[in-house]
């Protein structure tokens, strides 16, 4: 843990002094959590013994997933930025990810003044080197920025995302997953709201 918190100090350090030399770029580190409210689902695969399994339904089950990301943008206009998002993040019950999201930021008071804002941003999670699909993503919200100085500010967000996966398919009968050979259709979205803090500079 303290290795971590030297890491973030020093590319905090970094991007500060990268941020002050050229004010466009903008750098940020975001943490939080979200909740899916809502959870949808469809399985079809076949049985050991050949029986057919059709699974479908809704859930509200909220499941709370931390989340870390790191965002390096450009100011594109005193009130609006874009930038590219990455991290790590958790999406479901033993499903964490790798997303890597683009985002536009609007500020309609200007980036370096306190306001609200908004955002929007989708892209693609990565769940391991061997899936061979990546999650889709999105995401939109708002919130308010309170700027500390001319280099540094902070945003207070709530945002509503989705998530849609293929995830691997628990038989609960022959308590295993289902083997892909089996398997025709395994889609899942997750729908829920996400609370954040941001540090940009």
Known sequence: MKRLFLILFFLAGAALVASAQNPA?????????????????????????????????????????????????????????????????????????????????????????????????????????KDGFVLILAKAGGGYRYNLDKAASIDFQVGAHLAVDHPDVWDPDEQTYVPAQRLMVNDAAYIGLSFSVSLNF
């Open 25 to 129: 770029l903008r750098f940020g580190v975001e943490w939080g959590t979200s909740g899916n409210i809502l959870s949808a689902r469809h399985f079809n695969y076949l049985t050991d013994d050949g029986m057919r399994i059709d699974d479908s339904g809704i859930t509200t089950d909220m499941r709370a997933n931390m989340f870390a990301i790191g965002k390096i943008g450009v100011r594109v206009a005193d009130f609006m930025t874009v930038s590219l998002c990455s991290g790590y993040q958790g999406v479901s019950r033993g499903r964490r990810i790798v997303p890597i999201t683009g985002r536009v930021t609007v500020t309609p008071y200007g980036c370096d003044n306190d306001g609200f804002m908004a955002f929007i941003d989708s892209g693609i999670g990565i769940h391991s080197a």
